[in-house]
């Protein structure tokens, strides 16, 4: 069974930054995994999409307002993502969501891990 286990996140002053990591394990040999990436969600609002990286690092893809700021790369260790994350400002306080999208199965999803930016 497929589990994605995130860490990294934390309380951090505005203008700091922070490393989430996301670790996916159990994942079948044949499993065509497409992508990787985070979504997040901040108190009394939808889950909302932040970046993504193609399986084979070939490709990132960024939600515009963290564009600059977040770089999101792969591990060496299979079905890892790293996501660095500077000049943090309180807008980006909220629970960070690791998935795993395979290309042809629905997605994995981690159980998430909170970022706090104090202003």
């Known amino acids: 069974q497929v589990q994605l286990v995130e860490s990294g996140g934390g309380l951090v002053q505005s203008g700091g930054s922070l490393r989430l990591s996301c670790a996916a394990s159990g994942v079948s040999f044949d499993l065509d995994v497409c992508s990787m990436g985070w979504f997040r969600q901040a108190p009394g609002q939808q889950r909302k999409y932040v970046a993504r990286i193609g399986s084979d690092g070939s490709y990132t893809d960024y939600e515009y307002t963290v564009r600059g700021r977040f770089t999101l790369t792969r591990g060496n260790a299979k079905n890892t993502v790293y996501l660095y994350m500077d000049n943090l400002t309180p807008e980006d306080t909220a629970i960070y969501y690791c998935?795993?999208?395979?290309?042809?199965?629905?997605?994995?999803w981690g159980q998430g891990t909170q970022v706090t930016v104090s202003s």
């Open positions: 998935f795993l999208q395979p290309c042809y199965a629905a997605d994995y």
